[in-house]
């Protein structure tokens, strides 16, 4: 083997050895080495990606569900500035990441040589920890390979979760002439120990006889799976009205503190005034504005940040009690054992309101003969199957689940990408998602969302995972109907809105998925049950209008500060 097949080899036989088993490969010449590596690591699980962007985005999935990062690998140039919109994303939401990219030896850049760019420190300061160890050659030692490999994935998950960049230079030949068997391991892998996050003694205590309070509040941000145990139990033991985002794992199921429709309770000046003690919040932002804008309102209340990373996590940059720890630690500061005994009657005014509101939204959207974006998401909740998951696309829909779905007694594991809140790759992120929970997947996304990511449904018809695509398509950007740009007739159309005259049939029948376009509620219980049955892949299309969606979400609002 030659030094580049050495490198390659040992890098990826050490970071399948630190647990590392999902490899994102997209093809080109100068990754060579690093892509016949994975290949025939055994251990090692690749998977094709015509599209860089695509690959970062299914990586991104990947590390959401499982919490272990993936490796992306591609050529140089511009192969890897595609990695970057999801290496941001990554970086916001604290995933972690590894992205390989290879790169043409230092005596071809800043000569004009084909594909080559400067590729150092090309993702800036969305990465936790960047290595270039420039070309291998016959002085390279195994350790040393092993060494740097250990040391990037200690950094995408310690101390703060998030990208890594490693950028290899290769010369030619990529591969020796002939096929040879890999070098001998020689080296032992190196062992990582990660420090374990908790409060100090004095901390604790304080934070105990805080929590003491009787008009407490809980808000649950995203969080990752590895943390529902454990806030699951802080909370039951806190007993406070708990708000719950939809991507925080609680937004469904049986939690009997939960108060639903949170966002909409909040219309009213008679629940914004109720003010808390104390306000603690778990993990990351929240969707809904009117929970940002009541945090930054109480001001007299005692406010408290958990989450396991060091950055910010209070657009408002309010005073508060910012608290970093890993998950688990939370179970020292409420023991099952230990649940504090505050008053009720707080959290049962909560949840009476709660239950009165729910009431209003079935009479509202259910019983009368209303078919929109809402009807439809409220449907889609009510209905989709236990042991499915549900994947939700910025702007519209997600706000849509998380203001206005009802509850289920049964968990939803829903998710979404609420770093950056883009609208870019997001059916790569949830293919990537439903291979890391191997959950049949629901998609919800807007029209937009999808053709800006459309070739991403060669994942969905490759994935081994059903996949159902539900497309809400109303001709453009809904969500700007809810604006106050709406009101500049001369520009609003073309510049904002920006319809585009699509329907996907046809894209369903170039990628050879099942289609369903139902027009109405009957339709639409049918399209839900024969996809989610068919244990295939499928796209649903459902034409919506949106100055309907807009009106119908103006008139509930209105109807809950008069009546509810």
């Given at each position: 083997?030659?030094?580049?097949?050495?490198?390659?080899?040992?890098?990826?036989?050490?970071?399948?050895?630190?647990?590392?088993?999902?490899?994102?490969?997209?093809?080109?010449?100068?990754?060579?080495?690093?892509?016949?590596?994975?290949?025939?690591?055994?251990?090692?699980?690749?998977?094709?990606?015509?599209?860089?962007?695509?690959?970062?985005?299914?990586?991104?999935?990947?590390?959401?569900?499982?919490?272990?990062?993936?490796?992306?690998?591609?050529?140089?140039?511009?192969?890897?500035?595609?990695?970057?919109?999801?290496?941001?994303?990554?970086?916001?939401?604290?995933?972690?990441?590894?992205?390989?990219?290879?790169?043409?030896?230092?005596?071809?850049?800043?000569?004009?040589?084909?594909?080559?760019?400067?590729?150092?420190?090309?993702f800036g300061s969305h990465i936790?920890?960047?290595?270039?160890?420039?070309?291998?050659?016959?002085?390279?030692?195994?350790?040393?390979?092993?060494?740097?490999?250990?040391?990037?994935?200690?950094?995408?998950?310690?101390?703060?979760?998030?990208?890594?960049?490693?950028?290899?230079p290769f010369r030619e030949p990529?591969?020796?002439?002939?096929?040879?068997?890999?070098?001998?391991?020689?080296?032992?892998?190196?062992?990582?120990?990660?420090?374990?996050?908790?409060?100090?003694?004095?901390?604790?205590?304080?934070?105990?006889?805080?929590?003491?309070?009787?008009?407490?509040?809980?808000?649950?941000?995203?969080?990752?799976?590895?943390?529902?145990?454990?806030?699951?139990?802080?909370?039951?033991?806190?007993?406070?009205?708990?708000?719950?985002?939809?991507?925080?794992?609680?937004?469904?199921?049986?939690?009997?503190?939960?108060?639903?429709?949170?966002?909409?309770?909040?219309?009213?000046?008679?629940?914004?005034?109720?003010?808390?003690?104390?306000?603690?919040?778990?993990?990351?932002?929240?969707?809904?504005?009117?929970?940002?804008?009541?945090?930054?309102?109480?001001?007299?209340?005692?406010?408290?940040?958990?989450?396991?990373?060091?950055?910010?996590?209070?657009?408002?940059?309010?005073?508060?009690?910012?608290?970093?720890?890993?998950?688990?630690?939370?179970?020292?500061?409420?023991?099952?054992?230990?649940?504090?005994?505050?008053?009720?009657?707080?959290?049962?005014?909560?949840?009476?309101?709660?239950?009165?509101?729910?009431?209003?939204?079935?009479?509202?959207?259910?019983?009368?003969?209303?078919?929109?974006?809402?009807?439809?998401?409220?449907?889609?909740?009510?209905?989709?199957?236990?042991?499915?998951?549900?994947?939700?696309?910025?702007?519209?829909?997600?706000?849509?689940?998380?203001?206005?779905?009802?509850?289920?007694?049964?968990?939803?594991?829903?998710?979404?990408?609420?770093?950056?809140?883009?609208?870019?790759?997001?059916?790569?992120?949830?293919?990537?998602?439903?291979?890391?929970?191997?959950?049949?997947?629901?998609?919800?996304?807007?029209?937009?969302?999808?053709?800006?990511?459309?070739?991403?449904?060669?994942?969905?018809?490759?994935?081994?995972?059903?996949?159902?695509?539900?497309?809400?398509?109303?001709?453009?950007?809904?969500?700007?109907?809810?604006?106050?740009?709406?009101?500049?007739?001369?520009?609003?159309?073309?510049?904002?809105?920006?319809?585009?005259?699509?329907?996907?049939?046809?894209?369903?029948?170039?990628?050879?998925?099942?289609?369903?376009?139902?027009?109405?509620?009957?339709?639409?219980?049918?399209?839900?049950?024969?996809?989610?049955?068919?244990?295939?892949?499928?796209?649903?299309?459902?034409?919506?209008?949106?100055?309907?969606?807009?009106?119908?979400?103006?008139?509930?609002q209105d109807h809950i500060k008069?009546?509810?």
């Amino acid at each position: 083997m030659n030094p580049n097949e050495c490198l390659s080899y040992w890098l990826i036989e050490e970071l399948v050895a630190q647990g590392i088993t999902q490899f994102c490969i997209s093809p080109g010449s100068r990754s060579t080495p690093l892509t016949v590596a994975a290949a025939r690591n055994h251990q090692a699980n690749t998977q094709i990606f015509l599209d860089e962007r695509a690959a970062a985005y299914f990586a991104i999935g990947w590390a959401r569900a499982t919490d272990q990062a993936a490796v992306l690998i591609c050529t140089s140039g511009t192969a890897g500035a595609n990695f970057y919109p999801a290496i941001i994303e990554a970086s916001v939401e604290h995933i972690p990441l590894l992205a390989i990219t290879a790169d043409r030896p230092p005596e071809l850049q800043l000569t004009g040589a084909n594909q080559t760019v400067d590729q150092n420190q090309m993702f800036g300061s969305h990465i936790r920890w960047f290595y270039d160890p420039s070309c291998p050659d016959h002085t390279l030692q195994e350790s040393t390979v092993k060494s740097w490999a250990a040391q990037a994935v200690l950094r995408s998950a310690y101390p703060d979760p998030g990208p890594v960049h490693i950028n290899l230079p290769f010369r030619e030949p990529f591969l020796s002439e002939k096929h040879s068997d890999p070098p001998k391991v020689s080296s032992p892998n190196f062992q990582l120990g990660v420090p374990h996050q908790k409060l100090a003694k004095d901390d604790l205590q304080a934070l105990r006889k805080i929590l003491r309070a009787d008009r407490g509040l809980v808000t649950l941000g995203e969080l990752p799976v590895r943390a529902y145990s454990s806030v699951g139990n802080f909370v039951e033991n806190l007993n406070w009205p708990v708000f719950a985002d939809t991507t925080s794992g609680f937004r469904f199921g049986n939690l009997t503190q939960r108060i639903n429709l949170a966002d909409q309770l909040l219309l009213q000046d008679h629940w914004r005034k109720a003010v808390p003690e104390v306000w603690i919040h778990l993990g990351n932002q929240f969707i809904s504005k009117r929970w940002l804008q009541w945090w930054k309102d109480c001001h007299l209340t005692r406010k408290i940040v958990v989450t396991n990373h060091a950055e910010r996590q209070d657009p408002s940059q309010q005073p508060h009690w910012r608290l970093q720890l890993d998950w688990d630690a939370l179970e020292e500061i409420l023991p099952i054992r230990e649940a504090i005994p505050t008053s009720t009657h707080w959290l049962e005014r909560w949840k009476l309101g709660s239950q009165a509101l729910e009431e209003q939204a079935a009479q509202w959207w259910d019983k009368t003969e209303r078919f929109g974006e809402v009807s439809i998401v409220r449907e889609l909740v009510r209905q989709i199957p236990i042991e499915h998951a549900l994947f939700v696309g910025n702007s519209l829909p997600i706000r849509e689940v998380d203001m206005l779905s009802e509850n289920r007694n049964t968990p939803l594991r829903v998710t979404a990408n609420r770093g950056a809140s883009g609208i870019d790759g997001q059916i790569a992120t949830a293919c990537g998602w439903a291979k890391g929970h191997q959950q049949p997947t629901t998609i919800l996304l807007g029209d937009l969302s999808a053709i800006h990511d459309l070739n991403s449904l060669l994942l969905i018809r490759e994935s081994p995972i059903p996949v159902t695509l539900i497309i809400l398509n109303n001709d453009g950007g809904g969500i700007f109907s809810m604006l106050p740009i709406s009101k500049q007739k001369d520009v609003f159309e073309r510049f904002f809105v920006t319809p585009h005259g699509c329907e996907f049939s046809k894209v369903a029948t170039m990628f050879d998925l099942d289609y369903f376009k139902p027009e109405n509620r009957e339709q639409i219980y049918k399209s839900f049950q024969e996809a989610w049955h068919s244990n295939k892949s499928s796209l649903i299309e459902v034409k919506t209008d949106r100055e309907q969606t807009a009106a119908q979400f103006l008139a509930w609002q209105d109807h809950i500060k008069k009546h509810v």
